[in-house]
């Protein structure tokens, strides 16, 4: 999460001097094809988030009007969707919290964060 938006400027400048790439760039890792629509939607999700003291979570509205928007209307497509979602935004919001310094009390209410399953049929929706 650290170095994304300077990546490309990253690259280019060790392209430029012949040097080697840093080892968070190099060793990066990759999201599997079958997350790449939930990765993206995280991070268009990201911008509706509340900012204040603290940054909100992503609101349960936003995650819903997404979904509808990009055709998820089956329930447990729904809930596959969302739970995906809660899960990275609780691995993000703790993330954050840490790097800032504050305690933010909208960190996923305790709960242990999980690795998701790399596609529905790992978990028996389909």
């Known amino acids: 999460m650290g170095q994304g ?7 280019a400048q060790v392209e430029k001097f012949g040097m080697e790439l840093p080892d968070k760039i190099k060793n990066k890792p990759k999201v599997p094809e079958s997350l790449a629509f939930t990765w993206r939607a995280f991070w268009e999700l990201s911008t509706d ?5 603290v940054e909100g979570p992503l609101p349960w509205s ?5 979904a509808k928007r990009y055709g998820i209307t089956d ?12 899960q990275m935004d609780a ?10 310094g504050k305690t933010n009390m909208n960190v996923g209410g305790g709960e242990k964060v999980f690795t998701p399953p790399t596609d529905k ?3 028996g929706m389909k």
């Open 75 to 86: 329930r447990d497509d729904f809930d596959y969707f969302s739970i995906l979602l809660k």
């Open 49 to 53: 988030r509340t900012i204040g003291m």
């Open 121 to 123: 049929d790992a978990i």
């Open 62 to 66: 936003s995650i819903d009007r997404y």
């Open 91 to 100: 691995t993000y919001m703790e993330f954050r919290s840490k790097k800032s």
């Open 5 to 11: 938006r300077y990546e490309k400027k990253i690259r």
